[in-house]
């Protein structure tokens, strides 16, 4: 009735109309602005001067230097003071007015010098080095001394997660509790990081409207706990939200990886083994948000082998500090590097080989009977076939290839991904007295269109419209806990919690329709909101049940927490026709044709809606994106006329077509699809623009340049 259904979206006419609610359009009385002044070095010694209204790690955090640094900066854009004024603009004029002394310290931007550890990103570190970690199977070095082979750097460079709403936060401490409205995926992840920073447990989150997050929004960053904490020292209302520039010079970096690599294979397309090491760039220490990176460098190295069935192989990953922005998840986190890379390479050797970039996958990808397959690195690609969604794309390839003019050619990359993480989510479900289904998860929706996934999910269950049903979230006392909103795992763990919610609601509505109409529960039949008793035929509605629950005491309140064991791995083959003029030294991307497997398909029309957002992601970092800093650590490109952030005018035509060949095993049959088109995207465009310069490509973006 409801499911697979291209239902509209139910959070829109709000939002379209200007009607939405975001942090900055939240004032409370009295409150004041925090405005924080950053470093302008990459490393220092610091001393910040005190006066009456100047809030330095001293007050916020004695004895360390986060989340204000107090002695010791670590990256150019570090907050290192707040001040406190009666608006943004007051803030920002008293900004020039502290004093700061520094003492420059050596700094390294380089993670491939900050790997040699001579000099060290921050006095207290043991090592630059985060982590070294090493994956191995079979015996590559063996094989590739009896393969072909072919090596080479690929760079898949820093880029800054661009969400239309910076960050930003209001927190106002009553005396009792500590209320926050914060930017962020997630309220309760949210009051879980205050809660232990604080030592202080009466906190409430509040997740209002949210202009997008792409990742950037998971941690809890340094100026938002540095304004709970001012917040409870003070007593008035304290609300950040920062420019632009601030934004992009302190938070939402991401992606920067390399990956130095020698793969094997055979004269007819058979990769044989994969070698190699993996630098993950995670920007200066700060616990946060390398905790989050870190895990990103691991999905990298874990996800490289892709769908495709090599045994010997050896990655030894690193996960490296410099004197930069911290880096943080964005959409995909490790994935698109992972699937960058592989997929260069397999068109790289297809075109060596001069081989059909369709063929060489057919050669290598594992087979639909092989499923569940387990990878040489141990990650479990659950369901799906590889091999039908390939045959499927020859006919759009050569559609493609057809429509190719003069300077136009055509690329191809295919994906596995993993998305649904856990570890659990929880929903709410609960009858209200005049009938209408309230539906509360514990997930963060930012943009993506959930609410109406988890609407169309209540009433397909319970069989009602689903205009009885209203879904809440982003508040920290309306449901007991919850995780978030990343990592694709909304409507699938979120989602499965829903619909097992719902269930049991169901389950006891028919409990309290037995009582009411004097039958067994194996006698009521249920079918679109009308109870009938099998037996003599009498009926009630649903209304009529729910008043009748409501006055015998029985409960129609449903909390489910829906645990995960296990990510589930969608799959896709996306393609672009794509137009290079050599002398104006200017690519257009003109047809993108996307085809996926994520599973059971809730709403073909937002899950389209995330494959066009998440590819336009993914063509602005191989074509446009880049964040360029400077020997001195400072990023040149710090507002959004200089990053070469793309519009409506550099969009494609997009065809998208999905199979719900590989259903995942959670209630929902889904998979996800939030991060997909920003995974696969970026090789797809560089393979089409190599096939048309006829030369290997191994740095983006591409640039006018490089033509
Ligand atoms: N969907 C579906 N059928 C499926 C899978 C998903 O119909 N089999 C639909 C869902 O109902 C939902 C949408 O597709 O409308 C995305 O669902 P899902 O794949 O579960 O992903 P999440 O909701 O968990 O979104 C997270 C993902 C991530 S990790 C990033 S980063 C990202 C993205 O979503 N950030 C976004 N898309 C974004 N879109 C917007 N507008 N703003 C962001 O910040
Ligand atoms: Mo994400």
């Not at 880029?159 to 926050?180: C, H, K, M, T």
């Not at 297809?350 to 569940?372: C, G, S």
């Amino acid at each position: 009735q409801y499911i697979g259904k291209p239902i509209r979206r139910i959070e829109d006419p709000r939002l379209i109309s200007g009607k939405g609610s975001y942090v900055d359009d939240i004032k409370l009385p009295g409150e004041m602005f925090v405005a924080f002044l950053r470093s302008t070095k990459p490393h220092a010694k610091i001393h910040v001067k005190k006066t009456d209204n100047v809030f330095t790690g001293d007050d916020i955090n004695p004895g360390k230097d986060f989340p204000i640094a107090s002695k010791e900066t670590t990256y150019v854009g570090q907050p290192i003071a707040a001040i406190i004024a009666k608006d943004r603009y007051e803030a920002y004029d008293l900004l020039e007015s502290i004093e700061v002394e520094y003492e420059d310290l050596p700094y390294v931007l380089d993670p491939t010098e900050a790997i040699k550890d001579e000099v060290k990103v921050y006095s207290g570190l043991k090592s630059n080095i985060y982590f070294q970690k090493t994956f191995s199977s079979g015996n590559p070095e063996k094989v590739l001394s009896e393969s072909l082979t072919l090596e080479g750097e690929l760079i898949n460079q820093r880029v800054i997660a661009s969400p239309l709403e910076p960050r930003g936060i209001l927190a106002y401490f009553d005396g009792q509790r500590l209320n926050v409205w914060a930017s962020t995926q997630s309220a309760h992840f949210m009051r879980r990081n205050l809660v232990e920073f604080l030592g202080f447990t009466n906190i409430r989150v509040i997740q209002p409207d949210v202009g997008g997050a792409f990742g950037s929004k998971i941690i809890t960053h340094p100026e938002q706990y540095a304004v709970a904490k001012l917040a409870m020292k003070l007593g008035v209302p304290l609300k950040w939200v920062p420019t632009r520039t601030e934004e992009m010079i302190s938070a939402g970096h991401s992606r920067d990886k390399r990956f130095k690599f020698k793969v094997g294979f055979t004269r007819d397309g058979k990769i044989t083994a994969l070698v190699g090491t993996i630098i993950g760039d995670l920007g200066a220490p700060y616990a946060d948000a390398n905790d989050d990176e870190s895990g990103n460098v691991l999905s990298t190295s874990r996800m490289i082998l892709g769908p495709y069935k090599i045994r010997d192989a050896l990655i030894t990953s690193y996960a490296v500090h410099t004197n930069k922005v911290p880096t943080t998840s964005y959409r995909g986190a490790g994935r698109p590097e992972a699937t960058y890379f592989i997929e260069r390479i397999v068109n790289m050797i297809a075109n060596e080989l001069n081989m059909d970039p369709i063929d060489i996958r057919l050669k290598n990808v594992i087979r639909p009977e092989e499923m569940p397959y387990e990878s040489a690195f141990g990650i479990t690609y659950d369901t799906g076939n590889y091999v039908e969604i390939l045959n499927k794309s020859r006919e759009y390839y050569n559609e493609l290839k057809s429509e190719a003019g003069k300077d136009e050619c055509v690329g191809l990359a295919m994906y596995v991904e993993i998305t649904a993480f856990g570890p659990w989510e929880v929903a709410r479900v609960f009858a209200k007295s005049d009938g209408k289904i309230i539906a509360i998860t514990g997930s963060g929706p930012h943009g993506q269109g959930d609410a109406t996934g988890f609407a169309q999910i209540v009433a397909e269950t319970l069989q009602i419209p689903i205009e009885n049903v209203e879904v809440r979230w982003g508040d920290t006392d309306i449901i007991e806990d919850g995780i978030g909103t990343w990592g694709s795992r909304t409507i699938t763990v979120g989602g499965s919690a829903m619909l097992k919610a719902s269930e049991e609601l169901k389950r006891r509505l028919i409990e309290a329709a037995a009582k009411m109409l004097q039958a067994d529960v194996e006698e009521i039949e249920y079918s679109e909101g009308k109870f009938t008793n099998k037996k003599t035929g009498k009926s009630a509605s649903l209304s009529e049940v729910i008043s009748f629950a409501y006055k015998n005491g029985i409960s129609l309140d449903v909390t489910y927490v829906y645990p995960v064991s296990k990510p589930t791995t969608p799959y896709g083959v996306h393609m672009a026709l794509v137009s290079v003029d050599k002398e104006l030294g200017k690519i257009k991307v003109k047809k993108y044709v996307a085809i996926d497997d994520i599973g059971k398909v809730i709403n073909p029309l937002t899950a389209e809606g995330q494959i066009h957002g998440g590819v336009m992601q993914g063509i602005a970092q191989a074509l446009y994106e880049e964040a360029i800093i400077d020997s001195q650590g400072n990023l040149v490109n710090s507002n959004l006329n200089d990053y070469v952030f793309p519009t409506a005018v550099e969009s494609p035509r997009y065809t998208w077509t999905y199979i719900e060949r590989g259903l995942s095993n959670h209630p929902t049959g889904s998979k996800g699809v939030g991060e997909a088109g920003a995974v696969v995207s970026t090789p797809v465009i560089v393979n089409a623009v190599e096939n048309c310069l006829g030369k290997r490509i191994y740095k983006i973006p591409i640039k006018p340049d490089d033509l």
